[in-house]
């Protein structure tokens, strides 16, 4: 019998993996789906050949092997405690809620339940987990992105910054992590990843760059250390939402296969 999971959310991410499925590309069944927005993820539900059930939370954590998390960083603290108490593994999307919730993977190691935080729309944490088993001097990212994927975050509408009619490459951020993550919670999950994976997200540094016309999220990394260096440019095509690239739903859908895959590639 087939691995079952279940999708907490019903936007572009979930879409994507509820299509994965349908189209054999996710080797699960989904035991179901819930969302905050109900009727739309119905709607969306009814235009699948075979549509899993819309459940409640409790129902949807009882009948998966593996819940994922799609919803936004906010729900992740309660699904997960909910999640452990059930004896289920969580994926994890939102990883930057792991940042002000460290609690999570405390409750993860002591429940023997599995927290999984997929790459997303990064790449080379394999390299970076492997470099920080050793001394590094300086783990460094640059995320370039165009305006329209930046408005409304939290960080530029406490300091009242608007990007509209923005004409010119303009740097909006420069910090740990940590401040990234909290002042740009829908746009910097990776700079969560590259910390989790690397040196903490205190001393991870991260550079947020608006570029006009730009048609790609960009990400640059740097790691320096005793192994060498270690540099790693991304250049995502964005999805039907802006603030996520498409690398992000792909790797999602790996991950989940290589969560119930008994061979294990890579670091």
């Known amino acids: 019998m087939a691995a079952s999971i279940g999708i907490v959310g019903c936007g572009s991410i979930g879409q994507a993996l509820l299509l994965a499925a349908q189209s054999g590309a996710m080797a699960v069944t989904i035991a179901g789906v819930t969302s905050r927005g109900e009727s739309k993820a119905k709607d969306f539900l009814a235009t699948l050949r075979q549509p899993p059930p819309y459940l409640d939370r409790g129902q949807l ?8 998390e799609t919803a936004g960083g906010h729900v992740v603290p309660e699904l997960a405690e909910e999640t452990f108490a059930a004896g289920k593994d969580l994926m994890v999307i ?8 460290p609690e999570i993977i405390e409750q993860s190691r002591k429940t023997g339940c599995r927290l999984l935080a997929p ?3 990064i790449a080379g944490l394999d390299g970076i987990k492997s470099a920080c088993t050793g001394q590094v001097d300086h783990v460094r990212m640059v995320s370039r992105k165009p305006p329209q994927a930046l408005e409304g975050a ?3 509408v406490e300091r ?27 746009n910097l999950n990776v700079s969560a990843a590259v910390s989790l994976a690397g040196i903490g997200p205190d001393r991870t540094q991260v550079k947020i760059v608006a570029v006009p016309g730009l048609e790609r999220n960009c990400h640059d990394i740097e790691v320096k250390g005793e192994f060498g260096l270690l540099n790693i440019h991304i250049e995502n095509i964005p999805s039907e939402n802006p603030r996520t690239g498409k690398l992000t739903a792909m790797s999602i859908i790996r991950s989940v296969n290589d969560a119930f895959d008994t061979v294990g590639i890579g670091t």
């Open 154 to 156: 939290p960080y530029l």
């Open 119 to 121: 790459s997303g729309a």
């Open 160 to 186: 009242e910054i608007s990007l509209s009619g923005l004409d010119h490459e303009s740097e909006l951020f420069h910090g740990s992590a940590r401040e990234a993550c909290r002042g740009f919670p829908a």
């Open 61 to 68: 954590i009882a009948r998966s092997d593996l819940v994922i």
């Open 94 to 101: 939102s990883i930057g809620a792991l940042l002000d919730h």
